[in-house]
């Protein structure tokens, strides 16, 4: 290092500003994360509609949606279609893999008062809002709902 480089020093108003920075940052989040004041949080109310839902991957490749009730195949979702049904199915079967859950457990797909839907695996506590991925994913997932109708 330079002589004229260690001769420099940093004035004492801007570390006591940094400091003070610091220090009302931590208290701020402290206080919103005990009281919840300026806290986002995501509201669910009840849902408006809820069908719960089993699925099998098929030796064709397709995916048979299962009623848990009475365990009648109650629709397919062809091979090679519908690519997000898939990877959330397949993101929702690693989760229960890491959890040590097996296939038997059934998903839950909502639709809430606003028009969003969400798919919560009750066995691992996650949930998909399918509204954040867009209208024709969300369609997607209502596909399958649709399957359901009013079989048992």
Do not use: C
Not at 61 to 77: D, F, N, T, Y
Not at 107 to 120: C, K, Q, Y
């Amino acid at each position: 290092m330079s002589a004229a480089v260690a001769d420099r020093m940093v004035p004492r108003g801007a570390i006591l500003g940094a400091a003070t920075l610091i220090a009302f940052s931590l208290v701020v989040a402290s206080v919103g994360r005990l009281t919840g004041i300026g806290a986002v949080r995501e509201a669910y109310a009840m849902p408006v509609q809820s069908m719960s839902f089993r699925f099998e991957d098929r030796t064709d490749g397709g995916i048979a949606v299962i009623a848990p009730e009475s365990g009648a195949i109650i629709g397919v979702v062809p091979a090679g279609t519908d690519g997000f049904v898939r990877t959330v199915l397949r993101s929702f079967a690693f989760d229960r893999q890491r959890h040590g859950v097996g296939a038997g457990p059934a998903f839950v797909i909502a639709r809430w008062p606003d028009g969003h839907s969400t798919i919560e695996d009750p066995s691992t506590g996650r949930r998909v809002d399918l509204a954040a991925f867009g209208a024709a994913n969300m369609q997607a997932f209502e596909h399958v709902v649709a399957m359901r109708g009013n079989k048992p």
